[in-house]
């Protein structure tokens, strides 16, 4: 069983940064690719950005490419989600995931996914 901790959300202004962190525990979490999705107010949980199990390759939804990156530290245990040039509809609550299958690529798919976190709160202001 995998256990998932986001952490690093908050308050910022748009153009502004933020580096959201999620920890694993239980499980192998250098065989475990990882991603991020959000949920924002009234809308259904969408794809962020996705991380194979080697860390070598990585996919992005269009919205956040070339503002977010996505990257995997297994010594810490830990994938981050590094945020620039916030805007407004960013805004959202942010999870960290994990699928059920070992040595896999990461999946813009959410049903792919098995293990959540409890999510963290970003807050954009214009």
């Known amino acids: 069983q995998v256990q998932l901790v986001e952490s690093g959300g908050g308050m910022v202004q748009a153009g502004g940064s933020l580096r959201l962190s999620c920890t694993a525990s239980?499980?192998?979490?250098?065989?475990?690719?990882m991603g991020w999705f959000r949920q924002a107010p009234g809308k259904e949980r969408e794809f962020v950005a996705a991380?194979?199990?080697?860390?070598?390759?990585?996919v992005y939804a269009a919205s956040v490419k070339d503002r977010f990156t996505i990257s995997k530290v297994n010594a810490k245990r830990s994938v981050y989600l590094q945020m620039n040039s916030l805007k407004a509809e960013d805004t959202a609550v942010y999870y960290c995931?994990?699928?059920?299958?070992?040595?896999?690529?990461?999946?813009?798919?959410?049903?792919?996914?098995?293990?959540w976190g409890q999510g963290t709160q970003v807050t954009v202001s214009s």
């Open positions: 995931t994990a699928p059920p299958r070992v040595f896999s690529r990461g999946y813009v798919k959410e049903n792919e996914y098995q293990y």
């Open positions: 991380i194979n199990w080697s860390g070598s390759d990585t």
């Open positions: 239980g499980g192998a979490f250098v065989t475990y690719a």
